[in-house]
């Protein structure tokens, strides 16, 4: 078939209503579109770099992945555009109020909640956090098992992480683990309740609005600088003209048109802008740091099974 | 335009939101707002709440667009972004709160108050009836207003222990229920309708909305106080025959509103004002007395309702006199080989006149049923002439109405 093919995850029912919409209005604007729903990203990067689709709709994670598989296989990859609202997020390490944590380097010997193994905003960008302050964050169990990630590292600074595995394979797109990571701060067995946990700044807002967390109860001990997120990426599958109108249509969105405001919402922005690649650096190291892909975009770490 | 605001020790998750966004409407798009206050999370807040609400977050190193920077006391400064203006950019006012209604009601509109600021978008409401000259009558806001003052209450609004009730000759309590069981069915009827044509109304033309609903509920009620006073002596209630049910449900599937209301409440409920004042007058209880008085006021509503509303549509296109002359004679013909009026029931009001079954009480009570079928006859020809129909006219369509009365 020809036209632009776009990929995008299924990480919620609502996807199927926003590219539904969007495919109609693309349509309506003369564009050739369709596009296919992925269960996880690592597919759907694949398919981007082997050109069987035209577009990807990537998450930070899945634009990394995308970009190292592309140069090793020589191929160029096209930023097409980003939502106003993929620009300058952070996250942030909350603890307890009373919390006799100060800075991060108080977490040694804690235990530290995160979201899924593929988040970038609840586990992967923070643990660099941690990393830069001198920590050795390592999982629960190889912690306990005294097999640190950090070989010949300072054991007396290891932090023991305590993933919440929800939707994995979704690069943190599902906000269960990073919910279920916040109110293990508050778990009322000791067992379960952890010292620090980590989520993007939106979602602190969000937690202690819908009382996941109780207001005035939690403390950010340490946040990232900006970085940025989803971005949506043009492959070998994609003809120049094509992506170009593409990129040209969505940044002609205007959220005044009633037929598009719903699903604007929806998909979390109020415009669509230009790309940056700027945005990318924190959650690169934070990548090389783990072993999460090699620098060829081959997935390295070994309990990831989206 | 620059502008401050405090939030003192207000977190963003405990309503500091609304102290910034009411600042912020006050200022256009690209100005600025310098936020200060003391709650430790301020600046978390505030970048994911610029972030989701479309404005920039002047504050160090968070400025999408790659500039940086905070005020020069260091507090966040917002810029606001267009979204509220792009979002309210198509939006329209769904006419006037206080004003009479449009002529039009523009279904986009849908479930907005008359006089809201309507967003563009949303689903249109699918209403039939959204012309106000197919709906309205200048009188409805009164007529609403007199409705809502005059609700009552069944349990107390009848005096339910009246004995009398329960020492009537066998005779005359049957015709009561017989009565009262033709009664029950007539005003489901009358229920029905007015919520058909409610689900089918724009719900701009409020007035008109809320007297229909009023109307429904006064039906509702009429049906549990006769259904009560049927059922006061513990007994059986009445027949119900196939030429009455017949009749009425002939109202229920007349489409076009104005016709619907024209057949139910100028000449059905017109008809039954009459009837209510009949059984008023030769009540042979005060509970039946009291059940149709109370029932008779609120019918007069629905009558007046029925019969300005039918006289504005036909001001407002004097031809649609000739779409209700089918109506009747459309209903007259479907009725032709139905029996009309149930025999009991007419018998029941012929010995309620009567008070006994002495012979001349009983041609007394004969006498007063033709003296109400001539009454029912002359106030169908008034009302009908007031609507616009000339007199020759009236009489002729008059006749053909059901003898079923309702």
Known sequence: MSGLLLGAVAYDPKVVTIWDGFRAWLRGEGLDFDYILYSNYERQVEDLVAGRIGVAWNSPLAWVRAHRLASAAGVTLTPVTMRDTDCDLRSVVVVRADSPAQSPRDLRGRVVATGAVDSPQATLIPLSLLRAAGLHPAAEAAAVTGAAAGAGADPGAEVRVRRFDIGVGLHGDHIGGERDAARALFAIDAADRVDAACMIDANLLLFTREGTLPSGAVRVLAQTPPYDHCTMTAGPGASESDAARFGQLLLGMDYADPALRPLLDLEGLKQWQPPRLSGYAQLERAVDESGFYDAKGEIGAGDYRP | ?406
Request: aromatic letters at 6%; glycine letters at 8%.
């Open chain 2, 1 to 406: 335009m620059r502008a401050t605001t405090d939030l003192d020790g207000l977190g963003l998750d405990q309503g500091g939101h609304l102290l910034i966004a009411r600042a912020l409407a006050r200022l256009r798009p690209g100005d600025e707002l310098t936020v200060t206050g003391r709650h430790p999370e301020l600046r978390v807040h505030l970048a994911a709440w610029c972030r989701e609400h479309g404005h920039r977050l002047h504050d160090g190193d968070s400025w999408c667009d790659g500039a940086a920077g905070s005020d020069s006391d260091g507090q966040p400064v917002i810029v606001k972004g267009a979204t509220e203006e792009r979002r309210w950019a198509l939006a329209e006012r769904a006419g006037a709160a206080n004003g009479p209604p449009e002529a039009r009601a523009d279904p986009r509109w849908g479930l907005a108050a008359r006089g809201a600021l309507v967003e563009a978008g949303g689903p249109p409401i699918g209403a039939q009836w959204s012309e106000r000259d197919h709906v309205w009558a200048d009188i409805a806001p009164r007529l609403y207003a007199a409705a809502a003052a005059s609700q009552w209450d069944p349990a107390t609004a009848v005096d339910w222990a009246a004995s009398s009730a329960t020492t009537l000759p066998d005779d005359i309590e049957r015709a009561v229920v017989q009565v009262m069981t033709y009664l029950v069915e007539n005003e489901q009827a009358a229920l029905i309708i007015p919520a058909r044509l409610l689900s089918q109304l724009h719900p701009h033309f409020r007035e008109v909305m809320q007297l229909l609903a009023s109307q429904a509920a006064d039906e509702a009620r009429h049906i549990e106080v006769f259904t009560r006073r049927a059922m006061l002596t513990g007994g059986q209630l009445g027949t119900s025959s196939a030429g009455g049910r017949a009749s009425l449900q002939s109202l229920l599937t007349e489409p076009d509103f104005t016709t619907a209301g024209f057949l139910l409440s100028v000449l059905g409920e017109g008809t039954f004002l009459d009837l209510l004042r009949f059984l008023h007058t030769h009540a042979p209880d005060p509970v039946t007395a009291d059940v149709v008085r109370l029932a008779l006021r609120d019918e007069a509503r629905h009558v007046a309702f029925g019969v300005a509303h039918t006289a504005h549509t036909v001001r407002a296109d004097p031809s649609y006199l000739g779409t209700l002359r089918q109506a009747v004679e459309r209903r007259h013909a479907t009725l032709l080989d139905t029996a009309g009026l149930n025999a009991e029931v007419f018998d029941a009001l012929v010995l309620l006149a009567a008070g006994s079954w002495e012979p001349a009480a009983i041609g007394r009570g004969w006498q007063a049923v033709h003296e109400l079928q001539r009454q029912m006859d002359e106030g169908r020809r008034r009302r009908l002439a007031v609507i616009g129909f000339p007199d020759d006219e009236a009489a002729e369509l008059s006749a053909l109405h059901t003898r079923n009365f309702m």
